[in-house]
């Protein structure tokens, strides 16, 4: 039988070579599904082709930021024409004031913005400007949350209900660990002990974590850190990077009702282009250099590309009707999934919010980085594999979301369903 990956495979030798791992990110791998990673050769709409021309429906959708799909036209329409008069200049650009005056006008808790080129980027500038802000050092954040890869958020916790961080990562020295503070998600004491010394900068939080599977904040969580850091004068930081625009027009924040004091964003803010921001009250941001002591800078922060992919991207979801699209798809995709589980007598827990889910494989309720670790992790890798032999392309861990976007279609949801139902059979 002719291998179905062979130049995948042929160019996986070859990366190996000159690219750690192969990869430039490293869940691209596939290693913790326990297979090689399919090269992609093109995207269009809903579905990828691979090096060896395999079609597959995708449920990565790039980690997120694709919510309209591969190649869509208006999307590239706007890159060609703003690339035409330039790519970039490192001075400032009439489009970088509509990007901040948009993402305010749809987030107004952003009252000021900065852009930046990823959410790692963001993050980093938001803690080191609530630092700046508050005179204090320690940052609180939820044990499974992820934000990005500055040494600071590298931090795996201890043990107890809430703990002094331990690197999570070699080469993140213990200086740069010891004040993050790791609580689990969802536990509202824990931040509320972390926070009563007075000596914390900032509580950094995903207002829906979907970096340790998607897990859903309780009621009463959200609402209830805004109350504690505004009691201790600490600065509430909604990671928003993987959130907004993604669970609601205007992120989680307005989906719940919750303002933070600083909002980090990116992933579908830049179209599929590299642009992320940071932002919020104006107090806080007027600290930022030129105006104030932190600095924070970057070469193509702003780049005019990213810029014209964003705001079409916004432009284009604000239009009526897309995010009740983007919920009947994702309602019927996690339905589906669920029910196909139960069918095959799987243990499964499915957490969802909007376009964003998560299959565990475990009985639930998965309520934190804790309960998450509960599920079969070998049997996701059996399922992801499966799964991708039958033309579906999700995300390689259990521990991450996957993506519905504008582009599918009900027909291919039936399809991912279809697939499902025999990648679970036996
Ligand atoms: C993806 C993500 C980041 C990091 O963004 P990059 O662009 O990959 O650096 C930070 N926070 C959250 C919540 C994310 O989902």
Same mark, same amino acid.
């Not at 909002?263 to 940071?278: C, Q």
């Given at each position: 039988m002719a291998n179905r990956y062979e130049r995948s495979q042929a160019i996986f030798e070859r990366a190996k070579a000159v690219i750690p791992g192969g990869v430039n990110s490293p869940v691209r791998a596939c290693r913790s599904v326990g297979t090689d990673p399919a090269f992609v050769a093109q995207g269009d709409g809903a579905a990828i082709v691979d090096a060896?021309?395999?079609?597959?429906?995708?449920?990565?959708?790039?980690?997120?930021?694709l919510i309209l799909g591969h190649t869509h036209p208006e999307i590239l329409e706007a890159i060609k024409e703003t690339m035409a008069s330039g790519t970039t200049f490192g001075a400032p650009t009439e489009i970088e004031v509509r990007f901040a005056e948009a993402l305010r006008d749809a987030l107004p808790s952003m009252e000021m913005v900065r852009a930046v080129s990823s959410g790692t980027e963001s993050t980093m500038s938001a803690l080191r400007l609530a630092r700046g802000f508050t005179g204090r050092a320690k940052i609180i954040k939820a044990d499974g949350?992820?934000?990005?890869?500055?040494?600071c958020l590298l931090v795996a916790a201890g043990s107890g209900a809430a703990t002094l961080g331990i690197p999570g990562s070699a080469g993140v020295p213990e200086g740069a660990a010891r004040d993050t503070i790791v609580v689990p998600y969802n536990d509202l004491p824990a931040v509320e002990q972390a926070l009563a010394g007075g000596d914390v900068a900032a509580v950094i939080v995903e207002p829906v974590a979907g970096n340790?599977?998607?897990?859903?904040?309780?009621?009463?969580? &959200?609402?209830?850190?805004?109350?504690?850091?505004? +009691?201790?004068?600490?600065v509430l930081i909604f990671d928003e990077v993987m959130t907004g625009f993604r669970v609601a027009w205007g992120g989680a924040q307005r989906l719940y009702g919750?303002?933070?004091?600083?909002?980090?964003?990116?992933?579908?803010?830049?179209?599929?282009?590299?642009?992320?921001?940071?932002?919020?009250? *104006?107090?806080?941001?007027?600290?930022?250099?030129?105006l104030g002591s932190v600095y924070q800078a970057g070469t193509l922060s702003g780049n005019p590309l990213a810029m014209a992919a964003?705001?079409?991207?916004?432009?284009?979801? *604000?239009?009526?009707?897309?995010?009740?699209r983007l919920e009947h798809l994702?309602? +019927?995709?996690?339905?589906?999934?669920?029910?196909?589980?139960?069918?095959?007598?799987?243990?499964?827990?499915l957490n969802r919010v909007g376009s964003m889910l998560t299959l565990f494989f475990c009985a639930g309720p998965v309520t934190d980085y804790a309960t998450a670790k509960t599920a079969d992790t070998a049997r996701f890798g059996t399922f992801y594999r499966r799964m991708r032999e039958r033309g579906v392309f999700l995300p390689p861990s259990q521990f991450e979301a996957m993506f519905?976007?504008? *582009?599918?279609?009900?027909?291919?949801?039936?399809?991912? &369903?279809?697939? *499902?139902?025999?990648a679970l059979a036996d």
């Open positions: 060896d021309g395999n079609r597959y429906l995708d449920l990565i959708g790039s980690w997120g930021p949350g992820y934000h990005g890869h500055a040494d340790m599977g998607l897990v859903v904040p309780a009621p009463g969580y &959200l609402e209830g850190l805004r109350a504690a850091c505004t +009691k201790h004068g600490t919750v303002t933070p004091d600083l909002t980090t964003i990116g992933k579908v803010i830049g179209g599929g282009l590299p642009a992320a921001a940071f932002g919020g009250r *104006a107090d806080i941001m007027q600290k930022l250099a030129p964003g705001l079409k991207t916004m432009e284009i979801l *604000a239009r009526p009707g897309t995010y009740e994702g309602t +019927k995709l996690g339905e589906g999934l669920f029910a196909a589980a139960q069918a095959a007598g799987v243990p499964a827990c519905v976007s504008l *582009a599918h279609t009900d027909e291919d949801v039936q399809q991912i &369903l279809e697939a *499902a139902r025999g």
